[in-house]
Nanobody
Framework: QVQLVESGGGLVQPGGSLRLSCAVS????????MCWYRQAPGKQRELVAS???????DYADSAKGRFTISRDNAKKTVALQMNSLKPEDTAVYYC?????????WGQGTEVTVSS
């Protein structure tokens, strides 16, 4: 059974930082491409950051310079370090695994940026 379990969300003030983590089981993590998406209230889910099996990363324009995606193949985890958070970063953040022809999702973790 494939499982993606996110953690690390919460309430943070503008300018603050959070680190999201996603623990993956049930797939050969090393060959999966991993992504973080987010969905704000009333908006479509959007891609925030991705990292492929070789470690190459890509970011949405809104995340560049503030967010960093990383992976630990030994621990089968992917992280999203978020700095300089803004109220517009408020959303539910989802971990996503692209594994061959399959696409797996976590349950999401909520991030609220507010003073």
């Amino acid at each position: 059974q494939v499982q993606l379990v996110e953690s690390g969300g919460g309430l943070v003030q503008p300018g603050g930082s959070l680190r999201l983590s996603c623990a993956v089981s049930g797939i050969s993590f090393r060959i999966a491409a991993m992504c973080w998406y987010r969905q704000a209230p009333g908006k479509q889910r959007e891609l925030v950051a991705s990292i492929n099996s070789g470690g190459s990363t890509d970011y949405a324009d809104s995340a560049k310079g503030r967010f960093t995606i990383s992976r630990d193949n030994a621990k089968k985890t992917v992280a999203l370090q978020m700095n300089s958070l803004k109220p517009e970063d408020t959303a539910v953040y989802y971990c996503n695994a692209l594994y061959g022809m399959y696409n797996y999702w976590g349950q999401g973790t909520e991030v609220t940026v507010s003073s």
